[in-house]
């Protein structure tokens, strides 16, 4: 199994977390979104991954893409520990949890977004920083009414254990962390990224323990 991650990518930690809460070993294959122009963008990775995002995982001769898709996979060859409840309906909440943070918030304060307001559209630093903050304040805002309202919610989003929803979580609140974003007034997101954080696994993923972490 080999893993082509870049340290501070949430999609990419989402995926490490998921492969260490199911004990899986893997190569790391660091694909640096900066350096050289992008390392992404070399015809080598695009050949895994056209669309020149991270993370990519091989497996059993399998190229897998985008990050949720790679954890469903690995739910359904590597069942334990699941990371999905057992209902229906469990899993649909979960599954929106992780969605409303896969798709609402990260997509529009990821790396390739920020240097499109940069160049060409020419929008200094603070103007970034002050769209980042907007987008992401107000998705964990949407996130926190979510979970605190939910007699579903424990110590992890679903429950007290982890589950798709805390794999995203986490890696969003660490970003959010980064750059400076306020997390007052989300008393139960903070709660739960902390827990989870703290917990084996997310040590592990954590950006800083990563072999190209600068």
């Not at 340290?7 to 989402?14: K, N, Q, V």
């Not at 559209?121 to 926190?144: S, T």
Request: aromatic content about 6%; proline content about 7%.
């Amino acid at each position: 199994m080999r893993l082509y991650s870049y340290f501070r990518s949430s999609a990419a930690y989402r995926v490490r977390i998921a492969l260490g809460l199911k004990g899986l070993s893997y190569d790391y294959l660091a694909v640096h979104l900066l350096k050289d122009g992008g390392q992404q963008l070399q015809p080598d990775f695009r050949r895994l991954s056209p669309d020149a995002l991270v993370p990519v995982l091989e497996d059993d001769g399998h190229v897998l893409t985008q990050s949720l898709a790679i954890i469903e996979y690995l739910e359904e060859t590597r069942p334990e520990p699941a990371l999905l409840p057992a209902t229906p309906a469990e899993r649909a909440r979960v599954r929106a949890l992780a969605l409303n943070i896969a798709c609402d918030i990260h997509p529009l304060n990821n790396l390739r977004v920020l240097k499109y307001l940069k160049n060409p559209l020419g929008i200094d630093q603070q103007g970034r920083d002050e769209w980042y903050r907007h987008w992401v304040e107000g998705g964990l805002v949407a996130l926190e009414r979510m979970l605190a309202g939910s007699p579903a919610t424990g110590l992890c989003c679903h429950g007290d254990q982890p589950t798709l929803a805390d794999l995203c979580l986490v890696p969003q609140v660490y970003n959010a962390r980064r750059l400076k974003a306020n997390l007052d007034g989300m008393p139960t997101v903070v709660r739960i990224a902390d827990h989870c954080a703290a917990l084996p696994a997310f040590q592990a993923a954590h950006p800083d323990a990563q072999p190209d972490a600068e």
